[in-house]
């Protein structure tokens, strides 16, 4: 396509757009790269005032852990090998392979068998294999790059980050679950209601958004701790103690979430064309039965994208699940704020370094996968008004 | 559709609301009235060690928690009006510290000092997320069409990342020797400690935020970029437009929407600034509002917890929220009423 010559840019309006584009490219990675660099190295290594030590980890290397150029060979031919099976025979097997209709269930076992194959060939295969081809490899089996995985050992293994994934899991499986099925229930009826009293909710919830959570969680604190005897007249002594619990701070996040979820639900039903439910409660169905089987079946892609912010929120939730988790219960995010606490080695410093790329690289995943998905719904809320 | 099937569908949700929402709000207020100590009781204890011939002994009366059968702490609740703001706002120190006209002492006071830090956190930074996401998104429009995709892949990083791991992340570019304290040492040839006063916290602190936010910015503002009227910017050019008088007064308009939209997701956030204050470890010198009610929260070396303190500055924290919504909502309501 030419442009109209009058909007030509001129050379030095084209250098300065991409040197600020290059600009933001570098402040937007950088932090995110350099502490996924650092937890990699020796604790000399990671916080060492000279950033090619840092990268190259001459003390790491000095331990005897390292990679040699080709090891790194491998390693890249191997990422080449598993994106372009990603974006090539994966995509035509779940196709072929899945039943009818039910295309994400195949998309999710196709995505496992992959990721576990991955990891058992880096993980288990390469290693020997490398070790024998370095040994004979002469210069080119030598370390360049210093690189361990000891303190992600550390982390996952004798810190018990483990639980804390179990524990973010199922919290986040359950949030997002449940503001979704409320959310949807709710957006469609605010969605299909012109009435002031669905206006008055919208602008109550937005006012609910607002809140500090810590507000709310003042509120909670008292009661929760003390439910078992608030409760006991209604319940008996099967009474439970609120405090600590999964399922009182799924709730309370559920219920946190619910402004924000049905604001963007509200929009995406929105989109969607009224003729659709009148069509089928002329064909005879209920309010409930167009929702369910006309409506739902094209809303799938704003259900999914106002379920990866549910997702968002309740992952990345800090002040809340370390006021009503016990340590029992503690999810992945209040763990790390008490590993850097008690930091006083910098070992210490780089295991909390090691347990922060941990909690981040399910959401690099995350991005890399929805990327379209999150565009669209923080535009959807906003161009909408 | 009837109101009954409305109210079906939409019960679920306000139900939720209402149970974890609004009746906490009530709770919080009135518990903001209350203070529930534990009954202390008087007991004399007597201690003794050993020592050559005979022991030592002491008596001395101690306060001690007061247990019921169960071996639970007995605790009394009294009404105490508004003690507890007073114990939050200060009132006496804020008068000594005016008698002085210092300002210095005014901001060692918790709740002034928090008070102080949110505002100047949310107004400062305010400007920078709008004026970095136009730029963002004006360089974004003006790339190439295949190098938008990565672009934006980049720019979600550090929106999604967890906001106390991507503060933590800045903080380890600075801290002690880091690379970016150790870069700004040989640039300035002198001594940085990034972590010791309070002003560079500030700086790192809305750095962090600017960085987190102004992608959110960039991508709505972007979004809009793409529905600008082309014909409405030829006629600009024709008209002999400088291309800083199209982004100006056509293009400015056009994104005018979508600016108040994000300057009040904005304003609604950066009030409640509270992850950085964990992730810099900032609390010795810098605190914000929500982190003041924090940490009331958290419970003490005796394991108590100051819920009615936590109350109050909840409150107080409420009354600010109330302020910043009004325009938007008076804004809203006038809408609305116009639109029907």
Redesign the interface.
Known sequence: MSQ?R??R?PAL??IS??A??AF??L???F??F??TV?SFKAPVDA?????FN?IFGPETRARGKGLSTLDILAGLTLFYATWRIAIGPLPRAVREWSPGGQVWIGWIIGALVTGLAFVVVLFGVLPPVMDLLNGIAGPLGRDVIGLTTEHYHTVWIERGFTRNFQNSLLVTTGVVTISL???T??G???A??G?S???W?L?I???????????????????FINSAEILRPILGDAAPTLYGKPAATI??L???N??FT?WMLRSFFQNIPADLDEAARVDGCS??QA?RRVIMPVMWPGVITTGLFSF?LA??D??VTS?LLDAQNQTM?PA??GM??METTTTD?VV??AA?VS??AP??L???IF?RQ??SG??A???K? | ?K?R??A???A???L??L??????????LK?SFYL?QPVYEMVEVETCTPGFLTQTCVTETKAQPQLDEFGKIVTTTTFVGLQSYQNVLEFGRVKAAWAKRSWSEFQTIDFWKALRFTLTFTFITLPLILGMGL??A???N??TRA?R?P????????M???????A???R??F?????L??GLEWWLERDIAMFAQAWTLELMMMFYRV?HVA??AA??FY??LQ?VNQDS??SA?IDGAS?WQRLRYVIVPHLM??IV??TLIHL?DA??V??EV?GF?SQAHVIS???L??D???PDQAGN?S?SR??AS??L??IG?VI??VPV?RR??RD?RGGH
């Open positions: 109209p009058a909007l840019q309006l084209r757009s991409a600020f584009l933001w490219c402040v937007a990675a932090p995110i350099w502490i650092m916080f060492d005032a000279n950033p840092v099925t409320f959310g229930l709710a469609y009826g605010l299909r209601s009435s009293l669905a206006f909710i602008i919830a937005l006012i609910f958004r607002a809140l500090p959570h810590a507000v709310l969680v003042a509120g909670y604190l008292p009661v709730a309370v559920v219920a946190i619910q402004p049905i309010h409930f929702f968002l992952y990345n800090f002040l006021l995010v790390i704020a850097f606490n410093q909390a370094v922060a909690i981040t959401l690099f995350l991005v890399m990327q999150i565009v923080l535009t809320g906003a161009v008004g | 559709m109101f099937t409305f079906a569908f939409v679920p949700s306000i939720m609301m149970l974890f929402i609004a009746f906490p709000l009530v709770s919080v518990q529930t730029g963002i004006l360089v974004i003006n790339a190098l995709g672009v934006i892949f980049l720019s979600l990083l550090p999604i990342i967890t906001p106390v791991i991507g933590l992340s800045i380890w570019l801290i002690g020797d880091g690379i304290t150790a960085w992608p959110f991508i709505i979004a809009g529905t910017l030829e050019v291309r929407p979508l939209f994000v609604m009030y409640r509270f992850e964990v470890s509002l929500q982190w009610t924090y009331f929260l958290v917890r819920v936590a109350s909840a409150m924290t409420m929220i910043l919504l909502l809203t309501w609305h």
